[in-house]
Structure formats: structure tokens, C-alpha cells
């Protein structure tokens, strides 16, 4: 385990933090099978002596911003930790009995100056892999690279690590046991991913790529991400515009996608799974040529699978190549693309009644509500973009960000309008759509790094832009009924005829200040940004009135790092939304804007691999659209809508093989201001639908560092997701529910020499089958299943 031992005095005196990584001594000399990703040094050194069985003690200071590379193979202890050390400036020097101590490299002419430089180049970076499931750095909150400790906002990563681990279908999965988050609110989906952050559902503009918006319009499939081409998962919680613009106020989710690394990375995939799933997926990157300038990444998938539904499919290709070029210390270019197609359909929303209301039968998970013959969707997704960096010194830094992306969507299907509950009768209408649309992002930023006498400051500024536009027809038509008790189906459907089309046309420029300040144990963050929003939408080629909204947010934080590893924090933030629309008198509606106070404490102690968070907030969602008291036909923005809560999130990378991560929620959401409608109903004092008071989370992963069964890794995971209203005027609940997850994995390596780099692993969600009702949108028919029990076989190859 990790503890604290005092070295001898010279190594003591260098640094008041000392970590010793101490587990009972085996022969220092026996080899080691390892599979370690590169991460930062002090994780390697500790990841290598729990599995060799040794004690290495080292100065924290002296290890600090340094990197260790990929190491797999065969070693001995003193083989790895050598491995581990190079090019580091630092030396391993044997104090007898199974231990060492890390020291610099006093041989070396100018060691000092050459490690300082590898320090601020090879440091642990938020963009690529973390070493484990904690991870200790992030960009999304402030567009730079910044400790999470310092940070006054709630931010969770899900690092490649837990991925890896856990291996979430989509990026859905990926998020349930967040803190904050509510998963699968639109249900079990293959082709979009809908949840909910402190309440509120997120919707354009709420989802990031490299920090640039992914989206333009509500698209099915639009968002859709492909998770295996994600290096990480990044959660900012609360009202974020000040640094990205028109957003839910809600958060943001930020997809950190896959990069060249200069350490040659090779993997394979194969996955066989329940419901006839099929997929074959690589990963291949490394150096091209000998100079070091060049380098590169491939990532590609091909998926076959059906899915829980009936007659609906999850096919899905992907490749992802991208290009690095850094002809020196200071600049560097990357080029990304991105090509997806998938092949599937948005699975409809069921009765309420025979779901989680009475009828005479239950409608099962599995029914399909279209027909075979009919229903369809393809989307098609497909960009290229840049991230440029340039420092012109050690203090002034520029950075440049650009993507284009270009979709389409095409989709037949039937839905439900109307079901009898004690015939099983539900008819049906028919719907089309086609559409495209693109979107070019752009970020321009100066980042400088100054003192002001006892004040340390990073500032950012930056101009960002966006334009986007869509072009959708939607057509709609009549279908014939069916028993959702006993569907027959094969009737014939005539082709949706009756429709409109819609295009839209908008384009953003926000500019933003931000400056992070540091003196001694207090950090600050100071943010302001002004948007100009410019809208066109058209219905049938007549246009409406061009919006030309404008909106400037702020936010102010403030965190105090205590030394022993607590970091109490508060905070404020805003947030805005333009909003379509005009009221009686004919005036554009002015946007919805989030206003956030947050308090919390983070709390990150030294020699042990853990982050612990805790945040109170208190958010409100204003002008909101209400019906006017004075002519319903109309609305007014008086409305408010107020989350408060408390989130707690702990992950620790403990001794011996040992992950854990546990987290809570309670969301206390009300419409608390709202007019009544023309019958006399009212939201205000209501909880909005789908919204879940209580979640938790708990999952722990163990894998055997010795002994026979050594490179057996096994995980359970629990997740509780507490009732919630099925409609707006809270007439019905949803009842919660519990899911277990259990995942078995085995380095075929230690068994045999021979497949090193060869893991096999069978991950089951929802282990007991547990069959439920993730959420509901309305009382007659708006109900969406959760997912059933589905297993996944994994046979991986690196080398």
C-alpha cells in the first residue's frame, strides 16, 4: 500500500513531500510481465513497485511534470524502473532489501536546465491518457490546460482508462455514473444520446468536440459520438457560455477525440455480443520517419448488431485518421477527420398505459411499434479541421482551432398517436425525413502568463465564430393500426406526402477575457464574454424575422489549495439561449439565460491517487416562455425554472490493482414561475419531467497483481436512478430503478510469454435483467424502455 517512510536526509531535505510506494518484497530479481500506459512518472514508478513487489522512494519534486512512456513486456524490477526513468535525468540508486531511491543525475552536465524543459513539455497533459481512472487535469472549464484542483467549477473526467474498463456502448453509457447526469432519459438508444445535466435536458449547443461546438440543429443522430474515438470524456457542470456561447444551462460535455502520439501504439479489437452484436475496431498510431517531427493516429470501427427492439439495427462505420507535426519545441500543427455512417432507427416511444400505468397487458421491451418494411434511418457524418498552437515565448502562446462538418439524415418511420388499453389497439401515423445541414467552427486565442508584482496571471483571450445551416423536409401521412398485444405485421404503408420544409441559417462571434490568477494558496478565475447571434429560418420558402440577439455573460470563481490537499471553492456563472419566436405585440423574444452560485470542496491529497469533489449549487433558468395571462394563444417570458443540489463524485487509483469511483446526486428542480394555460393548468410549482431528485453510482475494479491468478482483472459496478414525473403536470410517476454491471478480463500474457499484449474480457450490463421504464414525457404516449441485460465479449491485441 501507499505510505509514508522518511528517506535518507539528502533525498529528504529536497522536497517537505516524500512518496514512498511500499508492498511486501518479493525477489527484486523475478520478471515482471507489464502492460503500463505511458502516464506521469510518479504513476509509473508507483505502478511498477506495487507490481514488482519493491519500495521506491522519490522527492514529489523531483518527478513533477515529467512523463514515463508505454512499457510492456518482460522486465526486472530494476529493468522497468530504469525503462521508466530515461531520458528523465534522474537516476535509480539501490538502498539493499528490494529497495531504491529516485535522485538526480548528478553526472550530467546541465541536468538541472535539460529537466526543466522536459518538465514543461512532457508534464501530464489534459489531452491525452491520464494512467487510470483519476485524473488530475482538464482544458474544457477554461480552454487551457489547468489542474482540476484549481479549478472553482464541478468538472468530471472519464478518462480512456475507465473507457477501457467499463466499455460503454455510447457515450451515454459513458456518462451514467457521472455525478449530475441523467442517462438514457430518451431511453436505450443506438443512434443519438439524449440525458439531462442538474435537471435540465441538453440540447444544441451543449456538446463539445475538441472544445468547438459538434452540433447545428436536433438532428436524429446529429451528437451521435463514437466513443471509441474518444481519448477522454469531459464534464463541465452549470451554466458555461462565457467561454463557448449559447448553451442549456445545464453544462456542457466536452469529446477530447483520439491524437498522434510520438510512442508507437498499435491495438486491434474484436467484440461479439448479445443481440447478435458484431464489430472489429483499431487503433494505430506512432512516429513517421526518424526526425521526431511527424507522427500520427488511425482509428477505425466497423459495427453489425441488432438491438433489444425488434427489426431494429446498430450498424455503424467510423475512421478517424489525424496527422501531428511538430518541427520544433514551440509549434505545433494537427490535422483531424472524421468520417461516421450509421444505419439504424431512434426507437419510439411507447403507450403508458401497459407500461407503467394499468392496462389489460404489458407492452414487452422488445416491441417494435413501425413496420419491417417501412422503417428506416441512415445519418451520415463527415469534417476535417486543424488545432495549431504556436509559443512565441515562454510566456505568450498562441492557439488556433478550426473544423468543418457536413451531415446527413435520411428516415422513414411510424409512430404511435393514440392506443386503446383495454383492446391493445394503437394507431398510427407516418413521417419522413431528409435532411443536411454543415457547420464551420473556428477558435482564435492568445494565451500570456504574467506576474503582477504577487500575482500570478494566465490570461486568455480569444475570438471564436461559427456558421451553420440546415435544409429539412419533413412529410407526413396516415398508417394502418396495430395490437401492440399481438402485432401482426406486413400491412402496406403509403409514403408520407403532406409536409413542409425548414432551413435555418445562423451564425455566432463571441469574444472572451479570462484570467486565472495565483497568489500562494488562492487560485481565481475571472471570465467575460459578449455573443452575436445573427438566426434565419424559412418554413416553405417564406422566411421569418431575422434574429439578431446579443448577450454577454460572466463568471468569477474563487478556490483556496489548503497543504493538506482540500481546496474549498465558490463560484458564480451564466449562461444563454436565443429563443425562436415573438409575442402579442410582435417582438423578438429576448434569449433564456442561466444564472449559477456554486460552493464545494475538492480535495486531492498527496501520495495517494484520488479526487474527491463535493458542490452545492443553486441554478436558475429565466425567461422562460409562459402562456400570456392575457391571450394563451400567445406566451410572455415570465417563466423561471430553479435547480438546486448537492453532487458528490470520489475516484481513487488505490495500491495493488484497485479502482474506485462512487458519486451522488440530489436534484431539487422546480418550475417556479409560470402562467396558466388556456384550461387552467399550470407548471409552476411542478418538477419538470424526466427529472430524477436521486442517482448514485458505485463501481470498483480489481485486478490480481500475483500469484496463479495474476492478470485476472474483474469490476462491479451499481447504479440507482430514483423515480420520476411522467409528465409536466407531475399526474404519474416513473418508478426508479437499480442496474448492476459486472466485467471479467484476463492478460492471456501471463499466461504465456508468447501473447503478450493479448487481453480477453466479457463486460455484462444490467446483470440481473432488470426490466424498466428510464423516463416519460407525457401521460398517453411517451414512455421509453431502458436497456436490458447485454453482454459483450472483447478480444484486444497491442503490440
Not at 508507437?264 to 487503433?283: T, W, Y
Not at 496571471?457 to 394502418?480: K, M
Not at 405485421?489 to 490568477?517: E, F
Not at 474483474?714 to 399526474?731: F, K, Q
Amino acid at each position: 500500500m501507499f505510505t509514508f517512510r522518511r528517506p535518507p536526509l539528502p533525498l529528504f531535505a529536497l522536497s517537505p513531500l516524500v512518496l514512498a510506494c511500499a508492498v511486501h518484497a518479493q525477489a527484486p530479481a523475478a520478471r515482471l510481465h507489464l502492460d503500463l500506459p505511458a502516464a506521469s512518472l510518479d504513476r509509473s514508478l508507483s505502478a511498477v513497485a506495487r507490481q514488482a513487489g519493491v519500495q521506491v522512494l522519490f522527492a514529489s519534486s523531483l518527478t513533477e511534470g515529467h512523463r514515463a512512456p508505454a512499457l510492456r513486456g518482460e522486465f526486472t524490477a530494476r529493468e522497468a524502473l530504469d525503462k521508466v526513468l530515461a531520458g528523465s535525468g534522474l537516476v535509480l540508486r539501490s538502498r539493499g532489501a528490494g529497495t531504491w531511491t529516485v535522485e538526480r543525475d548528478t553526472t550530467i552536465k546541465g541536468a538541472l536546465s535539460e529537466v526543466r524543459v522536459t518538465a514543461d513539455a512532457d508534464r501530464e497533459s489534459a489531452f491525452g491518457p491520464a494512467g487510470g481512472i483519476v485524473a488530475r487535469r482538464g482544458s474544457s472549464a477554461t480552454r487551457t490546460d489547468s489542474a482540476l484542483l484549481e479549478t472553482p467549477q464541478s468538472v468530471s473526467v472519464i478518462t480512456r482508462e475507465q473507457i477501457e474498463a467499463q466499455q460503454p456502448g455510447n457515450l451515454e453509457a459513458a456518462l451514467r455514473y457521472t455525478p449530475g447526469i441523467t442517462s438514457f432519459t430518451d431511453g436505450a438508444q443506438s443512434s443519438s444520446d439524449v440525458y439531462a445535466m442538474r435537471g435540465f435536458a441538453q440540447t444544441v449547443g451543449s456538446l463539445l468536440r475538441d472544445g468547438m461546438r459538434m452540433q447545428m440543429s436536433d438532428y436524429y443522430g446529429w451528437e451521435a459520438a463514437e466513443i471509441y474515438g474518444l481519448e477522454r470524456v469531459e464534464v463541465i457542470r452549470g451554466a458555461a457560455s462565457v467561454l463557448y456561447g449559447q448553451t442549456q444551462p445545464g453544462g456542457m460535455v466536452n469529446l477530447v477525440t483520439k491524437r498522434p502520439t510520438a510512442t508507437p501504439h498499435h491495438e486491434v479489437e474484436l467484440q461479439a455480443g448479445s443481440f447478435g452484436r458484431k464489430q472489429i475496431a483499431f487503433d494505430i498510431g506512432g512516429p513517421l520517419g526518424g526526425s521526431g517531427d511527424w507522427s500520427y493516429r488511425l482509428v477505425g470501427l466497423d459495427r453489425d448488431a441488432e438491438t433489444q427492439v425488434d427489426y431494429t439495427v446498430d450498424r455503424r462505420r467510423y475512421l478517424a485518421p489525424s496527422l501531428s507535426w511538430k518541427p520544433d519545441g514551440v509549434t505545433s500543427l494537427t490535422l483531424l477527420a472524421e468520417y461516421q455512417r450509421q444505419t439504424g432507427d431512434y426507437t419510439r416511444p411507447v403507450p403508458t398505459a401497459g407500461t407503467v400505468l394499468p392496462a389489460a397487458q404489458t407492452i414487452p421491451v422488445s416491441r417494435f411499434v413501425g413496420e419491417p418494411g417501412f422503417d428506416r434511418m441512415s445519418n451520415e457524418r463527415y469534417g476535417a479541421g486543424w488545432m495549431f498552437e504556436h509559443a512565441f515565448s515562454g510566456q505568450l502562446k498562441l492557439r488556433q482551432n478550426a473544423r468543418y462538418t457536413h451531415f446527413e439524415h435520411e428516415g422513414q418511420r411510424l409512430t404511435v398517436s393514440s392506443f386503446n388499453a383495454a383492446t391493445g389497439l394503437a394507431t398510427r401515423s407516418a413521417q419522413a425525413r431528409r435532411g443536411s445541414g454543415k457547420l464551420f467552427t473556428a477558435d482564435s486565442s492568445l494565451e500570456a502568463r504574467f506576474d503582477t508584482g504577487a500575482f500570478s496571471h494566465v490570461a486568455l483571450a480569444g475570438i471564436d465564430w461559427f456558421r451553420g445551416e440546415y435544409d429539412q423536409s419533413i412529410l407526413n401521412g396516415t398508417a394502418p393500426s396495430l395490437n401492440l398485444y399481438n402485432p401482426v405485421y406486413g400491412a402496406a404503408v403509403a409514403t408520407p406526402t403532406a409536409g413542409s420544409r425548414y432551413t435555418q441559417q445562423q451564425t455566432q462571434v463571441g469574444a472572451y477575457l479570462q484570467d486565472q490568477i495565483r497568489h500562494g494558496q488562492w487560485a481565481a478565475v475571472l471570465g467575460l464574454r459578449h455573443d452575436w447571434v445573427r438566426t434565419e429560418n424559412a418554413t416553405n420558402a417564406v422566411a421569418d424575422p431575422i434574429q439578431k440577439p446579443t448577450a454577454t455573460t460572466g463568471r468569477a470563481g474563487l478556490v483556496y489549495l489548503a497543504d493538506n490537499g482540500l481546496a474549498p471553492y465558490i463560484s458564480y456563472s451564466e449562461s444563454f439561449l436565443p429563443v425562436a419566436g415573438t409575442d402579442i405585440a410582435g417582438q423578438q423574444f429576448a434569449p433564456e439565460t442561466g444564472k449559477q452560485w456554486e460552493a464545494g470542496v475538492k480535495y486531492q491529497p498527496a501520495g495517494f491517487d484520488s479526487f474527491i469533489t463535493a458542490a452545492l449549487f443553486d441554478l436558475r433558468r429565466q425567461n422562460v416562455t409562459t402562456p400570456n395571462p392575457n391571450d394563451t394563444n400567445y406566451s410572455v417570458q415570465e417563466g423561471e425554472v430553479r435547480s438546486r443540489g448537492l453532487e458528490l463524485e470520489a475516484k481513487a487509483q488505490l495500491d495493488r490493482g484497485l479502482a474506485l469511483l462512487a458519486s451522488y446526486t440530489r436534484t431539487d428542480i422546480e418550475v417556479t414561475r409560470a402562467n396558466p394555460a388556456s384550461n387552467g393548468s399550470t407548471q409552476q410549482g411542478k418538477v419538470p419531467a424526466r427529472a430524477a431528485r436521486d442517482s448514485a453510482a458505485a463501481w470498483a475494479d480489481y485486478t490480481v497483481q500475483q500469484g496463479a491468478l495474476a492478470g485476472l482483472g474483474m469490476s462491479l459496478g451499481l447504479r440507482h436512478v430514483g423515480p420520476s414525473w411522467g409528465d409536466a403536470l407531475n399526474t404519474f410517476q416513473v418508478p426508479g430503478y437499480t442496474t448492476t454491471d459486472l466485467a471479467l478480463r484476463y492478460d492471456l500474457g501471463r499466461l504465456d510469454g508468447r501473447l503478450s499484449g493479448t487481453t480477453i474480457a466479457l463486460n455484462v450490463y444490467n446483470l440481473t435483467d432488470k426490466q424498466y421504464v428510464a423516463s416519460c414525457f407525457n401521460n398517453t404516449v411517451g414512455c421509453q424502455f431502458g436497456g436490458r441485460r447485454n453482454a459483450v465479449a472483447t478480444l484486444r491485441y497491442r503490440w
